[in-house]
């Protein structure tokens, strides 16, 4: 089934034996919203994992497969894809939003830790990517990814080459080799209540097994994601951005990361205590680890 709908995708046996390929390492996939890069990344994992150990980069961060949305993760394919839910994320990078548009830095700085982790630990690595294509963040985002990750191979999706922006001065690079390949029929368009759905549930199952911790700015430093927002405490404070319902702090999507900056958890902000200088966050986090930094993010998160 899974290889039906791989060549559903690629039937060029030349492209199929150059991803064999144990040179091609790293796969970038390219593409408007709704046109099968999630599809096609299902299919290649599963046929390429037959002969190879597979990472799969998962940059979607709002219809996120691995890890919950806001964040760029990588996780192992095992042997054969058999579903999202058996792809455990083995790191995570927050970028606090669920739309690169405002998050650039965060965006590619995830994507070039995440991605180097996974190539680390695999022989080959799939990298899925946001519908974000639209000038200026999509060309400037994806272009920079294409620079950043040196992808050997990329694999677009267009219908109408609406990529060309994006694609075209890559041309006549030899490296990464350019696959401009054509949306299948079969691929069917989501809509914006089904994308919601699909990421309120990722959230719910995230924060199912959660609690309540306790954390003091006095104790551990905290940081805002965001490409031009909320640069301190002062600023929030002058922006009316710490109590306020709609831009306040209450509700937020946060990161919670360890003595090593590395994020370790989610969490989302139940309350804020100016005069104390207290947060109360609901996290799944363990107790074994110690919280140093809480990264803020943009979003508010109802769960
Ligand atoms: N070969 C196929 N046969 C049948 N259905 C398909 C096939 N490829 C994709 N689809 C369906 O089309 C829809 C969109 O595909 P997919 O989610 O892979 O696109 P995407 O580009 O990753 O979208 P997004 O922009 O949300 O990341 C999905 O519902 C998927 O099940
Ligand atoms: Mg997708």
Redesign the pocket.
Known sequence: MRDN?FR??ISDERIIKELIDPHTKLVLVL?A????????IEGMADFLSATSEVGIVDL?IG?SHIGPPTTVAWGKVGKGFSGWKNITPEDFYFTGAVSPVGNLVSMLTGSILVTSRALSACEKVIV?T??LIQEPAGRVLKQHKIDLLRPDVVIS?ERERELSAILDPFTWHKSPILHRLPV?Q???I?TPSE?SLFRSSMFTHYFQNDRLVKVSLKKIGFRFTGDFYGFTLETAKFMNELQDNSTGLIGRIVSLRDERNTDRALGIIQEFDEKEKKFLIRTPLGREFEISTVVIGSLKVEV
């Open positions: 709908q559903s995708f593409g919203s709704d046109t099968g890069k999630t599809s096609l979607d219809q899925d946001t519908g999706l299948p079969k691929v069917v989501k994308r």
